[in-house]
């Protein structure tokens, strides 16, 4: 004989209100799903950590106000080994100053340590692999990422096809550390798997112009202008040269004609002395 189980007190059990939520505007998501929706107008949020530039004005254009840990970023310029040194020595001194080491592969000039003591790097931190080959350039900065080895990695791999930066892109999520691979600017027009690409130049007045090619959120328009005196120089460099636009500027303008078409004066005609 089967028998019937019941629950006790199942018809005095009061029901439960229904969950109450939220009214929503036409058109207006969940708080929850607005949070996690970007918009391609917009700088993107980071899905991981950052690493701030130290330049106010470039993080403020950069996703998340920082170079992108777990990620690769190109650096592109006309000549190598020149610029980015500039350019990544207050992030390399952040990440220097929490212990960790700055690791570089095959550049095209010997760092030089003295320089890099002015700015704030201890040596002790920084490690340097000479390679001969890209083949070379390319296997140990692949080795160094799976590794996680280092604190901040700069590689200059200027051969380096689509096919080769979107395999070491899949490799660096797993790197806690930035990413920087130093290339030509005639890079800029090849295609690349990497989420932020910069192009670095020099400006005339001790700066740096930097112009944004890809992130994550709208074109970037116009050009970031950074400060950067030459390691050295700013102590001793005086208020004349600080500014040598304004003395081409100057110079340029005594060089043109006050006067549209004006010919040149004639030379004076020399007179023949006089036999005695």
Known sequence: MAAVLEWAGDDEAPA?????????????????????????TELGSPVTAVLSSGFAALDAELPGAGWPCHSLTEVLQAQASVAEW???????????????????????KAPHLPGLQYVGLDERRLVWVQTETPAERLWVTEQ?????????LVAWLPQ???????RLQVCAQTCDGPV????????????????????????????LHLHIL?????????????????????SIIT??????????????????????????????????????
Do not use: Y
Not at 144 to 152: C, D, P, V
Not at 244 to 266: C, F, M, Q, Y
């Open 239 to 276: 208020p004349r040269l600080r500014k040598p636009s304004v003395l081409i500027a100057r110079r340029n303008a005594r060089e043109v004609p006050d006067v549209v078409g004006r010919t040149a004066p004639r030379p004076t005609p020399l007179r023949r002395a006089t036999a005695h």
């Open 144 to 152: 160094l990422i799976k590794a996680n080895a280092a604190g901040l």
């Open 86 to 108: 500039r350019l990544l020595a207050p992030a390399m001194r952040r990440v220097v100053a929490t212990g960790r080491d700055i690791v570089v592969v095959g550049p095209p």
């Open 16 to 40: 439960l209100p229904p969950r109450s939520r939220p009214m929503l505007a036409p058109g207006e998501l969940p708080p929850a799903v607005a949070s996690a929706l970007w918009r391609g």
């Open 180 to 207: 920087f691979l130093c290339r030509p600017a005639s890079a800029e027009h090849e295609a690349s798997a990497a989420p932020l690409r910069v192009q670095l130049r020099f400006g005339i007045d001790w700066e």
């Open 160 to 166: 380096a096809r689509p096919e080769q930066i979107r």
């Open 214 to 234: 890809k992130r994550k959120g709208p074109v970037h328009e116009g050009i970031v202008t950074l400060p950067s005196v030459p390691g050295g120089l700013e």
